[in-house]
């Protein structure tokens, strides 16, 4: 079975980690209510999409 001959140092382990971590979301805002929405998806405050309501506003 392989085994590592030596331990792997931490400046080698963390340049290996570097791309590994998460962003941030990239929102935008509707043009019906000014709610912060992700691109390409539906308003989930006003229920429009590309202008059109497409589902029923949830009324809170």
């Given at each position: 079975?392989?085994?590592?001959?030596?331990?792997?140092?931490?400046?080698?382990?963390?340049?290996?980690?570097?791309?590994?971590?998460v962003?941030?979301?990239?929102?935008s805002?509707?043009?019906?209510?000014?709610?912060?929405k992700?691109?390409?998806?539906?308003?989930?405050?006003?229920?429009?999409?590309?202008?059109?309501?497409?589902?029923?506003?949830?009324?809170?």
């Amino acid at each position: 079975m392989a085994v590592p001959k030596r331990k792997t140092s931490k400046s080698k382990r963390n340049s290996r980690r570097a791309h590994t971590k998460v962003s941030a979301l990239n929102l935008s805002v509707c043009p019906q209510c000014g709610e912060a929405k992700l691109p390409h998806h539906i308003c989930k405050s006003c229920g429009s999409y590309n202008g059109r309501a497409v589902i029923e506003a949830k009324e809170e």
